[in-house]
């Protein structure tokens, strides 16, 4: 947790906020990272990937500004991570204009 802003020395910290998504694109539910497991060589006829998901929070600088951005599901999302869980891929070329 940020005691002391990096950027100013400032010890004016507004800890534990959390983010929050555009409505239109999510309701009022925070942003947040998923790691899904990868399918396996020899899957079986009946399969659903498991995913681990973790929301955000911040912490803001009162002093500049800065902000910090964390979650508190680090330790389960670097077990998946280390089990060989992925994020999910987007094709930008699709979402952005030429």
């Given at each position: 947790m940020m005691k002391q802003c990096p950027e100013c020395?400032?010890?004016?910290?507004?800890?534990?906020?959390?983010?929050?998504a555009d409505r239109s694109t999510s309701?009022?539910?925070p942003?947040?990272?998923s790691l899904t497991e990868p399918e396996p060589q020899n899957r079986p006829f009946v399969w659903m990937p498991k995913s681990v998901s973790a929301?955000?929070?911040a912490a803001v600088?009162?002093?500049?500004?800065?902000?910090?951005f964390y979650t508190m599901q680090h330790a389960a999302l670097l077990d998946t991570y280390k089990k060989g869980y992925k994020s999910?891929?987007?094709?930008l070329s699709i979402l952005l204009p030429m």
């Amino acid at each position: 947790m940020m005691k002391q802003c990096p950027e100013c020395g400032s010890t004016e910290i507004i800890p534990d906020l959390l983010v929050f998504a555009d409505r239109s694109t999510s309701g009022q539910n925070p942003p947040y990272v998923s790691l899904t497991e990868p399918e396996p060589q020899n899957r079986p006829f009946v399969w659903m990937p498991k995913s681990v998901s973790a929301g955000f929070r911040a912490a803001v600088c009162g002093g500049c500004g800065y902000t910090h951005f964390y979650t508190m599901q680090h330790a389960a999302l670097l077990d998946t991570y280390k089990k060989g869980y992925k994020s999910q891929q987007y094709n930008l070329s699709i979402l952005l204009p030429m």
